[in-house]
Structures are given as C-alpha cells and as structure tokens.
C-alpha cells in the first residue's frame, strides 16, 4: 500500500480472512482497526499509524477509498 496516495483520505477497511493463524500482535492490531471477524469492516481516516496497521495485516484485509 502506498501511503501518500491515502495520506488523510477516508479508506474503508475490510477483514477478508480468519484471525486463526495469526500471532497475537497481528491479531491486536485487527481489533485496533474495528475489525472482529471475518465480513466486518470500519471506515478509518488514513493516518501514517493506521496505514502500518493495515501494512502488518495485509494478507487478511481488503482496503478501499470511500
């Protein structure tokens, strides 16, 4: 993901994948994004912290610009 093309822009985040296999860091920073299982999704602000978040869960998540 590329930062500076969603620098402060409205993203809405989507869990695609089950938390199962992840560690436990992987896993907090799902809750930290609204994310509680698999189809849930929230509508962040797309700040530097929350791009690293979705950067370190990538593989479970899906992202789009509102």
Not at 13 to 24: A, E, F, G, H
Not at 41 to 63: C, F, Q, R, W, Y
Request: net charge positive; glycine share 8%.
């Amino acid at each position: 993901m590329q930062s500076k093309n969603f620098l402060n822009k409205k993203i809405k985040v989507t869990q695609i994948k089950s938390d199962s296999k992840l560690n436990p860091r992987q896993k907090s920073n799902l809750i930290g994004l609204g994310l509680r299982g698999i189809g849930t999704s929230s509508s962040l602000k797309a700040t530097l912290p929350i791009i690293g978040m979705i950067d370190k869960v990538n593989h479970v998540v899906e992202v789009s610009v509102e």
